[in-house]
């Protein structure tokens, strides 16, 4: 079992900035990678970018340029560096851990991109 704890959300003007941060309570050394994904009203929940323990990651096309996901592993820590915010990145965003095959999820913070 793992818990993971998500801040820095918060309502930001388009081309604006946000960090996520997220930090897990389980020993990294069984986390394989960790994350972000997001789920906008009336969507399905969808992957943002991921990073493995030896720092490999992986970006969705809509994110690639703005976005800058990272990990302190020292810390069980992952962040998720977003800017040139659009009206579109507006969703709910959960931190998740990969440990084996299962996904663990945080409670989610709120995003929301508006003039």
């Known amino acids: 079992q793992v818990q993971l704890v998500e801040s820095g959300g918060g309502l930001v003007q388009p081309g604006g900035s946000l960090r996520l941060s997220c930090i897990a309570s389980?020993?990294?050394?069984?986390?394989?990678?960790m994350g972000w994904y997001r789920q906008a009203p009336g969507k399905q929940r969808e992957m943002v970018a991921l990073?493995?323990?030896?720092?490999?990651?992986n970006y969705e096309d809509f994110v690639k340029g703005r976005f800058t996901v990272s990990r302190n592993n020292a810390k069980n820590e992952v962040y998720l560096q977003m800017n040139s915010l659009k009206p579109e990145d507006t969703a709910v965003y959960y931190c998740t851990a990969v440990i084996g095959p299962r996904y663990y999820w945080g409670q989610g913070t709120q995003v929301a991109v508006s003039s």
């Open positions: 389980r020993n990294r050394a069984s986390i394989n990678a």
């Open positions: 990073v493995t323990t030896s720092g490999l990651t």
